[in-house]
């Protein structure tokens, strides 16, 4: 695989410099904090305390290496080794995804508990011994300034690891078109939420300085005696206030990024079911407020374009008809008449409003199978011979083979019962399949009474279209044999109510 080497190796330097800056600062910040607490202690002490931190610093180092070699593999390997399938494309594209997470983790885990499990049992171990004369509680105290800032580490990592996986994960998004033509996604999956990476972060920032403080001034004020007591009932009071103000800071300040966030989604989903009417709220006056503009612009411009598409798609269809009927100047009119009588039927069987409109689609193209017929059999005016029957009877498979033909095919998918079925009789003796009852697909019976009654009042160059009062009675003699009686029943009801109003 030719993923571009220099991405890797970028992003590799900049993973290690952000992790040595930002574990050398930690350890700094809190050796200074327990050397300035110990700063008139004797000299061997501070040796003794010096090495403690090497071996933990050691041990930590080593721990964590493994860990992150572990985490960093897969990528490691997808920009030195050939990826076979897309995927384990997609696999290595969800690891990477994934670092910022198992960074926090990392830190929180191998990162901190390898500093401190050391530190604070050769401290303890040296305090029994008599090498150090600090109180073993400032080793707790210790513990806590360590987790402190491990947490902040792991808030900065965090968000460094988010910003420089994405030229990773952009070359491999590049790779994956390049060598197996499709691309890499998450199709909307959720690995962090905003919500909780927010609130977590607001929080953190808010409570760190806080807690170190408090934890700075316990250093300082050596024994926890009866003289600190007022000081602490005092300083507890604080801290709560000053950690509950940023327990319920973080969650206003998420609501207020995660409120436009769910608005614009809960937009976008109704847009993907296909309901193009809707439009993001203008509620915020930040640079929210951009991206609702931004949207609604967009959406105004999906709707102009999809109304464009289905004029289209109308003036296609009606062509369509058109070329049909222009071949026999005696059925001039009537693909669009059948269509018209259809969608009336599909009204009056409460039928949902994109189903007539399949429905009326899939009428005007009903006889589209006869542009494969002859002239001379088409426009025969005598008796047709047998054989010229059968290329008559062969219109409705030959018109959805026609359909067949058309891109997207699942477009046209809901037009070829219709058409195939149209001339199928209730009782079973239509054609092509004779088909009987409700085998017979829904539009095809549907048409096949909108057809009958259009060919019955239709006039010809043989004879004379008949009144719909005599084509009515036929339709309502058919029921049951020919068409199917409910949608019939419908037609001639309508019909005779017509009539009286």
Same mark, same amino acid.
Request: overall charge positive; glycine content about 6%.
């Given at each position: 695989?030719?993923?571009s080497l220099s991405v890797y190796k970028t992003f590799y330097s900049r993973l290690l410099l952000n992790y040595i800056a930002g574990s050398l600062a930690a350890v700094i910040s809190i050796a200074s904090l327990?050397?300035?607490?110990?700063? *008139?202690?004797?000299r061997n002490e501070y040796a003794w305390m010096l090495a403690v931190m090497f071996v933990s610093i050691a041990a930590m180092?080593?721990? *964590?290496? %493994? /860990?992150?070699?572990?985490?960093?593999? #897969?990528?490691?390997?997808?920009? +030195? *080794?050939p990826v076979g399938t897309f995927t384990d494309m997609q696999s290595i594209y969800l690891k990477t995804h994934r670092l910022p997470a198992l960074t926090v983790k990392r830190i929180i885990g191998p990162h901190l508990f390898g500093l401190a499990v050391p530190a604070a049992s050769l401290s303890l171990w040296l305090?029994? %011994?008599?090498?150090?004369?600090?109180?073993?509680?400032?080793v707790?105290? %210790?513990?806590?300034?360590?987790?402190f800032l491990a947490g902040m580490h792991a808030l900065i990592e965090f968000y460094l690891t988010s910003h420089f996986i994405r030229p990773v994960l952009e070359e491999m998004q590049f790779q994956s078109l390049q060598l197996f033509g499709r691309e890499l996604t998450l199709g909307g999956r959720v690995l962090i939420s905003i919500k909780r990476k927010l609130r977590w972060s607001f929080f953190l920032i808010g409570a760190f300085p806080l807690l170190l403080y408090n934890l700075a001034v316990q250093f300082r004020l050596g024994d926890w005696n009866v003289d600190h007591s007022a000081y602490w009932k005092w300083a507890g009071i604080v801290l709560l206030i000053g950690l509950g103000f940023a327990f319920f800071g973080s969650r206003l300040l998420t609501r207020e990024l995660e409120t436009p966030i769910q608005h614009l989604y809960e937009r976008m989903a109704e847009v993907k079911v296909g309901y193009l009417r809707t439009e993001a709220s203008d509620l915020f006056s930040d640079e929210f407020s951009r991206l609702v503009s931004g949207f609604n612009h967009m959406l105004r411009g999906v709707r102009i374009q999809t109304a464009r598409n289905d004029q289209l798609v109308e003036s296609y269809f009606a062509t369509l008809a058109a070329a049909l009927d222009a071949r026999d100047p005696y059925t001039a009119g009537h693909s669009l008449r059948v269509a018209e009588y259809a969608v009336q039927i599909g009204n009056l069987a409460r039928? #949902?409003? +994109? /189903? /007539?409109?399949?429905?009326?689609? %899939?009428?005007l193209l009903h006889d589209i199978g006869k542009i494969g017929i002859p002239d001379a059999v088409l426009l025969k005016e005598g008796q047709l011979s047998e054989e010229e029957w059968e290329q008559i009877k062969a219109h409705p498979v030959l018109g959805e083979a026609i359909l067949k033909q058309i891109e997207p095919a699942d477009e046209m998918a809901a037009f070829l019962p219709g058409v195939r079925s149209h001339h199928e009789r209730y009782d079973g003796a239509g054609y092509p399949d004779g088909l009987k009852g409700e085998e017979i697909p829904l539009f095809g019976r549907i048409i096949a009474v909108a057809d009958a009654f259009d060919a019955m009042t239709s006039d010809r160059p043989y004879r004379k279209g008949m009144d719909a009062a005599t084509a009515i009675c036929i339709l309502e003699k058919g029921k049951g044999t020919q068409w199917d009686p409910y949608f019939v029943g419908l037609f001639v009801q309508a019909y005779y109510e017509k009539q009286t109003s």
């Open positions: 695989m030719s993923i327990i050397i300035f607490a110990f700063k *008139e202690s004797p180092l080593g721990l *964590e290496w %493994a /860990v992150f070699s572990r985490q960093i593999r #897969p990528i490691r390997q997808a920009f +030195h *080794e305090v029994s %011994a008599g090498q150090l004369s600090i109180p073993p509680y400032y707790l105290l %210790a513990l806590l300034g360590g987790a039928l #949902p409003k +994109h /189903v /007539v409109d399949q429905l009326r689609k %899939a009428a």
